[in-house]
Every structure is written in structure tokens, then in C-alpha cells.
């Protein structure tokens, strides 16, 4: 069998060997960063150092960042944690869309489950938010849920503007998240410039190592802790942080930020490589979220015209390319990306999208040789054999 | 400065390269085990490999272990995923000590702020549980909490009877679990013997990597997820489990039973060497816990006479040995160990008590040159200064 060619790197990435050496020698050494002796305090001082350099690139205050385990553990804290604390008395409204990850929607679902009214952000065809077409809101605190950039489509959100919106058409009431677990490594964020006043991310998603992620939370502002346990995290989350782990993440995100200009103009040299050549092999290609150049390079969110997807995943597993239908979740789903209903009204066509997200380390020749690859998939799945 | 002896590795304890070794390549392995593609599908091999054998060191089911971020997250999710599926109607009473660590008894507070009525399980001043010993209990659903071995005394706790009296004593209204923490990796466990419905445990307690810990949870028996997201792990816990640090902490438990024996005489050899050596530097010493021969070897909770224990452990951290006076949780706590009043009667004596925890890496040299440093210091705070 070939080997395979990664084309699912929004569903993680490796650690770069420069990561790997940063945490091995923490991963060694035996300290609790809350051990208040010699051995934990080096402990303490690489945490330190770290969340320092990840709040530096983030645009945070070192006391506003959080770690945790990823940014599922990060979404969820951030909305349990906001919403009981929100100004006002009503039960909150929260806006969000259909597009958020799973890792969104159910802590949505059950903040709905509490009473919470669910409302619609709006969302153009091209699978970005709307800052001008707002529902018509209830009075009351409001809660705003928006991604940063979607794993699906690329899209890149206009989340300060909706923060901006927010807080004029609900003075004082309105609190707001962004999931900026795609973004964060692949395009610049500051956290305050956004506005929000919760962001989530995973470091796995930028090269680092899974099991740790951020939450970065404002600073002054409240917010209720989701796991308390021990009170470490200035007592936002409980539980020994992994010194290793946040070093891995610290040295993952600067190189991301060192390498960034680089990293981006290579994924769009690979992405019109691999648009190319699929033009060629398969024919003209409908290519589903923002216009060319406004999103994420590294991802392409493909309809092949009369190719069920699930079959597409399959058959391209065996012909040596790793693809997506939707967000790699629970076992081995083949489910369609949420909220795809919103950009392909047809249900027939929806189920003939693929995600293709590529790597800043591969190459030009990975990508014409993943696409020869799909183009032979997708000749026989149409029937067209060669 | 000396280099220092760590004698604190019931806060934490150093991954063995081995360990270290058997992560590496996962780390920098692309997959997600979620993903129904052949990179994805070599992740779960390793993450299910992971899971079997560890399963089969806990005498568990492989689809009874959770892998969650740490042992603060499986005490929580276990004891708030237990509360709300107790069979009755009446608000359930909690069973437990006040031993156990914050990491179990921050969410104890919370279920008994939502109504739960809690009732102490008694101990003898060994800081062993009674088996016979039992509040009258009240009609309704049981919780019995009670952890496996203590991270301050080193007792290990009889939770096999324990569980088999409240099965008797409240025939089908009780569940229970065990923080086995400080037990899983240094005495054999067996999640079935032992009869709890759950039990928690951390990787980098056993010389395996921070960042991931485990929750046995017993097939069949209702249980409420805390962490939904993605659906992962079966829709117990949510978020891109960390295929590195589950091979890592299969790895540092397969090692952990297979050097047991070993490991657990030669901890007794360090144990009296330090405590014989304790004796001819500081004069008479108060061991607190159970009697020689039946707790944790590595574990000495030592009272030094007339010597401030907070004024001892940054004394000692300054002579070149890592000690503590309870857990290490929030930012360098000099905390007494919780529940230390059910041991030591007097205040005053209270504040004397120091933890030594030591490790199967170490050398008698170690323990001897550890105890020449705590006499130097112990003599120097008790103002007989040689």
C-alpha cells in the first residue's frame, strides 16, 4: 500500500521534532509546579516562562491564560463558566450558529437544556458571520458563541466586529467566546483586540502535543471555575499542569508565530497545487466557503459531483490519502460537517463534501500526487474508469 | 548549593526514559484516533493497545477505562457523574472522611452545597478506616468515597470490605468510589475485587507523564458524563485523547507491576535507612500512619518535636531536600495535610508534621545523606546547634 499523504491536518497535526526535544527533559524531571521547594520551582519557572510566551504571542496578560487538557475541556469551561455569571437576571440568550464544533454545540445544548434561548448568528453562503444582519434580540444577558476560523470551510470570522455589534446593541449585557482552536498558530490573534472575553485552543492543532490546550479568560471579569480541585490556575483549574506539555505548546506556538508569513505562503502555493492538479484529474470542482485568498490556505472543503463522501473517505483510505467528511470526533464518524446545511442547500450535494486540510511540511509533489490519487477515486466512483 | 534529594514524590514523580522513549514517536505521529483513515486507525491501534493493557494491569475491562486529563478530573467526574444517577429519590449521603485529598473533597463541598447531607467514615488513629465502624445511616441512596492509599500517611485502606459492609448495609442504594491515586503503580489493584463503581488515577504518579490520568468506571452501571464534546471515549469524555501520553502511561504502569516486588523492597531498604538515620540525627521521632510493615513503604509522615514544620520544609529546601507538609496543589501551599486532626490531637503538634516521600530511583547514600541534611536543620530549628 502507498504511503499515505496526510490531507486531514485540521484534525491534528504532528509535534515538530523541535517540540518533542523542548519537553523531553520536563517530562524527566520530578516536580509539582506547586511544590514550594527548590526541584518545584524550576518546575514552576518553565510553566511560567511558558504562559508567558504563549500570552506575549496571544495578546493576553500571563494571568489571563489557563491550561488545560485541549480545547474541548477549554469550550466547555468557557461556556459552563460564563454563563451562570452573566449580567441580569432573565435567562441568557446565546448567538451562535449551526457551524460550531461539536466541542461548542453541546455545551450550547445543554445551557439550552437549562433554559437558555437559542438565536442564530447569520451566516452568508460562503460560510462567514454576518456583522450586520443581527436577529432581533431579547432583552436581557446575552451570550455570544463565534468561532475564529471554521475546521470545515476556512472561513475566517469577523469576531471583533461581532463583538463591537454586541456590546452596542446590549450595553452591559452581553459577554462573548471564541473557539479559536483553528486559528490560533495559523493566523495572527490577539485576544484583546477581539474583545471576547473567552478564547479556546488545543495545541495539537499547531504542531504542539495533544493533551493540553488553552483558555484564556479576562482578566477582572468574572467567571465561574468548572474544576476546582486542588485551586491551582490561580483557581480556575484544578489539577498538577503538565510542565512538559505547556513548554511543548510555548515552543509550538512561537515557531508557529516565527514561521508564520513562510508557513502561510507555502500553504497556498501547496493548496493551488493541489486545486490544480484536481482541476485535471476530476474535472471542475466546486470548492465550498470564502472567496480564494480570504480564508485558511491549508484547508479546502471540496464537492465532487456525483461521489458520495463517505465512499470518497473510504476509497481514498485505500489509495493511500487521508480525508475528512466532517470534524474527527467519536469513533470512526462519517458524519457531515454541522451547519453544512447553511452553505449547500441541497441535501443530495452535501453529502458529497470532502474536507482536504494540508500541511505547511508537505510538499508541492505530495499534493500532485495526493490529487492523482482523489482523481482516480473519483473517476471510479463516478463510474468514469480510466 | 547541594544538590537536592527529593523527597517529595508523592507530589509528583519523574518519567522513566523508558517512558519517555515509548512516547516519542506518537507524539510526532499526525493521527487522530477519531479518524476512519489508515494514519487515524494506527493511532487507535496504539490508544486501544494502551487501554487493553492497562486494563489488564487494574483487573478492569478495556471499556472500562476513561483516559481523562488527570487524577482532578477523574475524582471530579466520577463523584459528579456517580451523584446525580443514585438509585432513590432522597438526596443521597455522602460517606467519607475528611482524609481525602482536595482533588475529592472540593466536589464532595459542591454535591453537599446542592443538598447532599455528608457523613464521616471513621478512622483509627492510624489513619486506617474502620470497617466497623459506621454512622447510622439514613434511608436513601449511599456514595461511599474513600481513597486507596493516602498520599500523607501512606495507609492503605481496607475499600474491599468497606464497599461489601455498605452493600450490606444498604442493599441496593449504594455506589462507590476510590481515589487510587497514591495506590496504582505501587500495590497491585484490582478495580473488580475491590467492588467500586469507579477509580481514579494519574499517570505521573507512577513515573509515567503529567497530563493524563485514568477513570475506571464499571461496565453497565449508570454514570452521567461531565465532558461531552466530540462523543470520544464512548461518549464518557470528550476531547482528542493523547495517543503519546496513554502509550507513555501504559508503558510506566506495565513497568511499575513488573518491577513491584523489586521496587517495594527496595523502598523499604531506603525507608529504614532514612528513618535509622533520622533517629541518630534528630533524636526520636514520631512516625505517623499505620504501624511498620503495613502502609506505603516510600511514605513517612514524620512529626519532629518542637520544630515548626513550615519553618522545616524551607529550611530543608535550603540545605538540598524537597519535603512538604501536605498535598501541592494551589501555588506553594503550606497547607497541614487535610484531616491531619483525626491523627495528631494536639494543635500545636499539628503544625510539627512533615512528609517525606521517597523514591524507588534513590540510593541508601541518598537517604543517608537526606537525613544527615534534615538533622542539620531540625537541630538548627530546635536552636541546638552543633
Do not use: Y
Request: net charge neutral; charged share 20%; aromatic share 2%.
Amino acid at each position: 500500500m502507498a504511503e499515505p499523504i496526510n490531507l486531514d491536518h485540521n484534525a491534528t497535526t504532528p509535534c515538530l521534532p523541535g517540540v518533542i526535544e523542548a519537553m523531553a527533559p520536563w517530562f524527566g524531571h520530578a516536580a509539582n509546579p506547586a511544590s514550594p521547594h527548590q526541584i518545584g520551582r524550576k518546575a514552576r519557572q518553565a510553566l511560567e516562562d511558558a504562559r508567558d510566551r504563549i500570552a506575549g504571542r496571544l495578546g493576553a496578560w500571563p494571568d489571563e491564560v489557563v491550561f488545560t487538557s485541549g480545547a474541548t475541556e477549554s469550550n466547555q469551561s468557557a461556556l459552563l463558566g460564563l454563563a451562570p455569571i452573566l449580567p441580569g437576571r432573565a435567562p441568557p440568550t446565546l448567538l451562535v450558529s449551526k457551524l460550531e464544533h461539536p466541542s461548542v454545540a453541546t455545551p450550547v445544548e445543554l445551557l439550552a437544556a437549562r433554559g437558555a434561548q437559542v438565536l442564530p448568528l447569520a451566516v452568508n453562503p460562503q460560510g462567514e458571520f454576518e456583522t450586520d444582519q443581527w436577529p432581533r434580540l431579547p432583552e436581557g444577558p446575552l451570550l455570544l458563541i463565534a468561532h475564529l476560523a471554521h475546521h470545515g470551510t476556512g472561513a475566517i470570522q469577523p469576531v471583533a466586529e461581532l463583538v463591537q455589534r454586541m456590546m452596542e446593541l446590549a450595553p452591559g449585557l452581553g459577554r462573548s467566546h471564541t473557539d479559536a482552536t483553528q486559528a490560533v498558530g495559523k493566523i495572527r490573534v490577539n485576544f484583546h483586540k477581539l474583545g471576547v472575553d473567552t478564547l479556546a485552543a488545543s495545541a495539537h492543532k499547531f504542531n504542539g502535543p495533544a493533551g493540553i490546550g488553552l483558555l484564556l479568560i479576562r482578566r477582572a471579569k468574572p467567571w465561574a471555575p468548572q474544576t476546582v480541585g486542588g485551586g491551582q490556575e490561580l483557581g480556575r483549574r484544578g489539577g498538577t499542569p503538565s510542565v512538559a506539555l505547556a513548554v511543548g505548546m510555548a515552543c509550538a506556538l512561537d515557531l508557529a508565530h516565527e514561521q508564520m508569513a513562510i508557513r502561510q505562503a507555502h500553504c497556498l502555493e501547496l493548496r493551488q497545487a493541489l486545486l490544480n492538479r484536481l482541476w485535471s484529474a476530476c474535472g471542475p470542482l466546486e470548492v465550498i466557503g470564502p472567496a480564494e485568498g480570504r480564508g485558511l490556505a491549508h484547508t479546502v472543503l471540496a464537492r465532487f459531483t456525483g461521489v458520495k463522501a463517505g465512499l470518497a473517505v473510504m476509497g481514498l483510505d485505500l489509495e493511500g490519502v487521508a480525508a475528512s467528511t466532517g470534524s474527527a470526533c467519536a469513533s470512526g464518524s462519517q458524519r457531515p460537517l454541522p451547519g453544512l446545511e447553511l452553505l449547500v442547500a441541497d441535501e443530495a450535494h452535501r453529502r458529497e463534501v470532502v474536507r482536504l486540510s494540508l500541511g505547511h511540511e508537505q510538499t508541492i509533489a505530495d499534493m500532485e500526487e495526493a490529487a492523482d490519487r482523489i482523481g482516480r477515486v473519483v473517476c471510479r466512483l463516478r463510474g468514469d474508469r480510466q
